[in-house]
């Protein structure tokens, strides 16, 4: 296993248009929580799945923000009508939970995106 | 709510200097704490952690010992290298249950 691989590493696009990013997990690990992170902050988080539910999701995730992770894999993260304010390192990390706790998060390297 | 706050960078210092970077949180119930560190260039790697009071998680040369009565984390190595220069984060969670709340991270340059 490779560790937690996000795509893509970079993402420019301009204001208004959507992207998606993709996040693979660990492949054994059944939670799956996205994270942003801007210049000078440390990660905030953002949502996160146990398997294929949604488990919480913050006040930060605007509706223009949506996430998915439709077979408890993979997971998708959507941002529509992009704004200056978007811009920032997306970062996905993954971890597995058994009973009542959860073994250490484990992180990608993240995509950064830029809005213009 | 939960939070964490650490000790604004940049930190620099030379090689073999000693290296505290402070740490304090609030938090409901007594959480799991973290020091994750980021290498230029690289994901977040958890360094450390501790689960329960008066516990020291060490790794690498580094520890944090977990004080409930001044609900810090802090962190310590006795001698550093240049290898270490890197951006340390330090977090929270609840039994690992809950999603990692971070410090904003500081940011260590060690010089030759």
């Known amino acids: 296993d490779t560790g937690v691989s996000q795509d893509p590493r970079h993402k420019i696009t301009k204001r208004g248009q959507n992207v998606t990013f993709r996040c693979d997990p660990i492949s054994e690990h059944n939670r799956l929580y996205w994270y942003r992170q801007t210049l000078g902050q440390g990660p905030e988080f953002l949502t996160y799945?146990?398997?294929?539910?949604?488990?919480?999701k913050s006040r930060l995730l605007s509706d223009r923000f949506s996430a998915e992770r439709p077979k408890g894999s993979f997971s998708t993260l959507e941002i529509q009508r992009t704004e200056q304010g978007d811009s920032a390192m997306y970062l996905c990390a993954s971890s597995l939970y058994h009973g009542r706790e959860a073994t250490e998060a484990f992180f990608g390297q993240g995509t950064r995106l830029t809005v213009v | 709510g939960n939070s964490v706050t650490q000790m604004e960078g940049p930190v620099t210092l030379s090689e073999e200097a000693f290296l505290t970077i402070n740490c304090t949180y609030t938090?409901?119930?007594?959480?799991?704490l973290f020091w994750y560190v980021q290498y230029p260039g690289e994901g977040l790697q958890l360094l450390l952690k501790?689960?329960?009071?008066?516990d020291k998680g060490s790794n690498k040369g580094f520890e944090a010992t977990y004080r409930k009565e001044t609900t810090s984390f802090h962190l310590e190595k006795g001698s550093v290298q240049v290898s270490d220069s890197a951006v340390y984060f330090c977090a929270l969670s609840h039994s690992g249950n809950t999603p990692l709340v971070f410090g904003k991270g500081t940011r260590l340059s060690v010089i030759a």
């Open positions: 501790a689960t329960k009071a008066d």
């Open positions: 938090a409901t119930g007594y959480p799991s």
């Open positions: 799945f146990q398997n294929e539910a949604q488990l919480e």
